[in-house]
């Protein structure tokens, strides 16, 4: 089987052969019109192919046409042949196959092969009512290196464009059914490695060797844009998060998470995440890290910028559906620099600004202060100033306050002859006060004789 016959339903031309070729990959002729195909370069025919390796140089591909114009697009929904084109308009929530045709022009009596063969696809994170796609082909022995073509989407309405994870495949005469699976770099500047008998970046010069490469692309029209903020906390060592608050010793490492995510249906362009430390919180210089899509691994890629807990930093553009979180590290107050004698909670602020609007999210920690020398003022026996348990003392309407609320204030100072005085004065106090006890005691007792006296004497009267 060629690679015709499992390209049939995305080519629909016939097959046809060109001297000794084998089966060239189908394709339809377009004409290379205003294109951005570059860059500007020495060209070749089928009868007279190129003396040393180059891609798509060609102009008169008995399939292809000029195969300058390599980058093509339907909608994937059409399956049957033809449909190809350079322009398209697009419509919402609808998915697209982008087409990119691979050929090494060099002539094949001369057995030049390409080396290191990449294909990268650049897929804009961008909204707007046009769009472009381009596709790249290079090797390390090409002339030129590297080879581009793209194609337009438009719409009468605002949409974004995103690459179909997993959909890209490539067919050759050696694999036309069902075709190499291609990796993800391919949207990236990397791209994805291409070959003829397995993908390893080599491809031998003519038409037999030559292929597809395909990939899918979703178009999501502009909507009100959503996103979700997240802030997390845990002590610096452990791997459990904290979304509400956690305990921490005065002076204590701490590591804060910001998470972004974007959940609604367009792209979000340059989102900017700031935090706000609470008084006496110090930030670790150089302990910020970036973890999303391009930066997947561990914490992700390390950031120089500092700038997190001050004016923030911009984390890029976000499709719909993807990712992002920034972490770093911060260091508690020491015990003296707390504020508060016992719990002081630190709440700490993230908010996220995108192009569409901010949110916020907090999280705390709890540091307790436990040295906390003199008690210089409370606002009652044994509860310092700005203790909670100090709300209900209050003043009245005359600006008066209960005896128990009033502050503590300190006895005055006397020298040694006031003391004296003083003690001398307490005794004398209690010894008259003693006496009068005595006298007291005396008096009820004489009182209480006389009464029975004279009750014995109303008795004997009475007989």
């Given amino acids: 089987m060629n690679i015709y016959t499992s390209l049939k339903k995305i080519t629909g031309n016939t097959a046809v052969r ?75 929530n609808k998915e697209y196959l982008v087409r990119v045709y691979v ?30 796609i381009d596709g790249y082909i290079s090797a390390d022995n090409a002339n030129p290196g590297k080879v581009w073509d793209d194609v337009v989407l438009k719409s009468d309405k605002n949409f974004a464009v995103n690459y179909v994870a997993g959909s890209a495949r490539y067919t050759n005469n050696f694999n036309a059914n069902p075709g190499f699976q291609l990796s993800d770099d391919i949207v990236t500047s990397t ?4 070959g003829y ?26 909507t009100v844009p959503q996103f979700t903020v997240e802030k997390k906390v845990r002590l610096n060592g452990e791997t459990s998060w904290s979304v509400n608050a956690i305990e921490a010793k005065p002076g204590q490492k701490v590591d804060y998470q910001l998470g972004y995510d974007n959940v609604g249906q367009t792209v979000q362009n340059n989102v900017i995440v700031k935090d706000t430390l609470p008084e006496g919180v110090k930030y670790v210089a150089g302990s ?43 260091t508690m107050p020491t015990n003296d620099e707390l504020k508060v004698c016992g719990k002081n909670t630190l709440r700490n602020t993230v908010t996220i600004e995108t192009e569409n609007g ?7 920690v709890i540091v307790t202060k436990t040295d906390c020398g003199p008690v210089q003022n409370e606002c009652k026996p044994g509860i310092p100033v700005g203790d909670e348990r100090c709300a209900e003392c209050v003043p009245n309407q005359n600006g008066e306050m209960s005896d128990e609320c009033l502050p503590v204030t300190e006895l005055p100072k006397t020298g ?20 009068i006890i005595k006298r ?24």
């Fill in 18 to 92: 060109v001297g000794v070729l084998s089966a060239v990959v189908a394709a339809v002729a377009l004409p290379l019109g205003a294109s951005a195909s570059g860059p500007a370069r020495q060209t070749f025919t089928t009868q007279s192919p190129a003396p040393y390796v180059t891609f798509n140089s060609i102009t008169n591909n008995a399939s292809h046409g000029d195969e300058r114009n390599f980058v093509q697009i339907k909608d994937a929904a059409h399956t049957t042949a033809g449909g190809w084109s350079d322009e398209l308009t697009v419509e919402n």
């Fill in 103 to 132: 050929h090494n022009n060099a002539a094949e009596n001369l057995n030049l092969v390409a080396t290191n063969t990449r294909l990268s696809a650049y897929v804009p994170k961008t909204i707007g009512k046009q769009v472009q």
């Fill in 191 to 194: 791209g994805a490695l291409l």
């Fill in 197 to 222: 008998e397995q993908m390893d970046g080599n491809i031998p010069g003519c038409y037999q060797y030559s292929g597809i490469a395909t990939f899918r692309i979703k178009v999501l029209e502009e």
């Fill in 288 to 330: 910020t890290t970036l973890k999303n899509a391009s930066n997947p691994n561990g914490n992700g890629q390390t950031l120089a910028s500092n700038t997190v807990v001050t004016s923030g930093i911009n984390i890029g553009n976000y499709t719909p559906n993807s990712n992002a979180y920034v972490r770093f590290s911060a």
């Fill in 358 to 364: 901010a949110k916020t999210d907090t999280v705390d």
């Fill in 416 to 435: 040694t002859a006031d003391t004296i005085m003083i003690i001398l004065a307490i005794a004398t106090l209690a010894t008259v006060t003693s006496h």
């Fill in 440 to 463: 007291r005691k005396a008096i009820k007792a004489h009182a209480a004789a006389e009464a029975t006296v004279e009750q014995s004497t109303d008795t004997t009267d009475n007989q």
